[in-house]
């Protein structure tokens, strides 16, 4: 006898399947969960699912993950495939960062981009004001996300240099574009800048925090190790700042006393 002989027959170590009702079909199994994030895909990153999702709704349900849950938000990111996702995103971050700068420093100047200079050359420049303004405006808005691309890929470049000199890369099948990917979307802790005085200080603390957990998920490395490499370029720009302030400090004085 055989298991032909027994069609309906489970495997050994199974209960037995009850046969359905006559004239009824199986209820259908359930939906895929994908965390909750409208109809995503699978278990995609919402910004990278915006044909299913919709531009918005998948750039808010991003926004929320990486700033409710980060770990889980790079965990769903690719590792590579697709440059153009995290390239729009910087330019998004961008465009939202230059539009604020820019209207936090008319506040700060009260709408007058000459406000520094002499009373007597700010009168003989009052009619240029509105033209230089609005100048100011669009040409922060445009070059802001600009320049952030370009700086992206050369942060990128050095952090991944970094990450190969301390070996967090040994078990890591993303590359460059992991590191970039990582550092892309790690931007968006650069928002709190937009807020006057501490908004700075704010934006460093969470881009590192954000660039440490996407650079341990999407590499596979220890966050000791990722630490390490973020921190590597960031001491020597501040190395040569304080050299660079040293040296004007020194210049500044010697100017002073050849004077006397």
């Given amino acids: 006898m055989s298991d032909q002989d027994f069609p309906n027959q489970p495997p050994a170590g199974l209960p037995p399947v009850p046969p359905a009702p006559a004239g009824e079909t ?28 919709g531009f918005v709704q998948a750039l808010v349900d991003s926004v929320k993950l990486f700033v409710t849950a980060p770990q889980e938000a790079f ?15 910087v330019v998004i971050i961008g465009v939202v960062v230059g539009l604020f700068s820019f209207l ?18 700010q ?25 952030a691309i370009i700086g992206m890929f050369i942060w990128a470049g050095i952090l991944h240099l970094c990450l190969l000199a301390v070996g967090a890369l040994g078990g890591s099948q993303a590359g460059f574009e992991g590191t970039f990917r990582a ?37 596979r490395t220890t966050q000791g190790k990722a630490v390490i490499a973020i921190l590597i370029p960031l001491a020597l720009c501040c190395v040569c700042a304080i050299a660079g302030g040293a040296a004007m400090v020194a210049g500044i004085a010697g100017m002073a006393a050849n004077a006397q």
């Fill in 75 to 89: 965990r769903r990111m690719r590792e590579n495939g697709d440059y153009m996702s995290p390239l729009l995103w």
């Fill in 104 to 121: 936090s420093s008319l506040a700060f100047s009260g709408g007058n981009p000459f406000a520094g200079l002499p009373d007597d050359l």
């Fill in 26 to 53: 199986p209820p259908p199994p359930p939906p895929p969960t994908g965390g909750g994030y409208g109809v995503s895909s699978g278990d995609s990153l919402p910004w990278e699912d915006r044909q299913n999702l």
């Fill in 183 to 219: 550092a892309s979307y790690s931007y968006i802790g650069a928002l709190p800048s937009i807020v006057p005085i501490v908004g700075g200080l704010v934006a460093l603390v969470w881009t590192v925090f954000l660039l440490v957990v996407g650079i341990s998920t999407v590499h």
């Fill in 123 to 147: 009168e003989q420049l009052g009619p240029l004001t509105a033209m230089a303004s609005g100048g100011v405006g669009i040409g922060a808005i445009i070059m802001t996300p600009i320049m």
